[in-house]
């Protein structure tokens, strides 16, 4: 009888070590399109990635840079103070996007131009995504709006 328990308990196991490797498989394929790694100009002047890949590039908008044209359409270049990346979007921009100023966008690069399909913009004076003020820093060029 205490071989029937322990066979029944072993197979029990076994089926939750399948239940949870077949689980973490299918988590990891469904976001396998929902991770959008973030690059800085630099990083994808030094290393550009294919063009099926989507990611998020943040930096400033350069000054003189900002051209809109027919429609929605806009082109600007944002840079990290190392290297810049023309960027091309159709759609309403936020209320805070201007030149100088911080951004994040999504999208895929083809023939080294980013086409977003998103564009984020700071929400106050003085925030900027950690993403961007990382590679700012890296770049010796990001100042702290604080003084500290």
Same mark, same amino acid.
Do not use: E, H, Q
């Given at each position: 009888m205490k071989s029937l328990k322990k066979k029944r308990r072993v197979q029990v196991m076994a089926l939750a070590?399948? *239940?949870l490797v077949a689980a973490t498989a299918?988590?990891?394929f469904a976001m396998k399109d929902g991770i959008n790694y973030f690059r800085a100009p630099s990083q994808i002047a030094a290393n550009p990635p294919p063009p099926t890949e989507t990611f998020r590039i943040g930096g400033l908008v350069e000054e003189g840079s900002?051209?809109?044209g027919q429609?929605?359409?806009v082109t600007f270049s944002v840079t990290d103070g190392g290297a810049s990346v023309k960027v091309s979007y159709t759609g309403i921009?936020? =209320?805070l996007f201007e030149e100088n100023q911080g951004m994040v966008g999504t999208g895929k690069l083809q023939d080294g131009v980013?086409?977003?399909s998103e564009i984020l913009a700071k929400h106050d004076e003085t925030y900027m995504p950690r993403e961007v003020v =990382?590679?700012?820093k890296e770049q010796g060029v990001y100042q702290d709006p604080?003084? *500290?």
């Open positions: 070590a399948v *239940s299918l988590i990891g900002l051209t809109r429609g929605k359409a921009l936020p =209320d980013f086409i977003a =990382d590679a700012l604080n003084g *500290s």
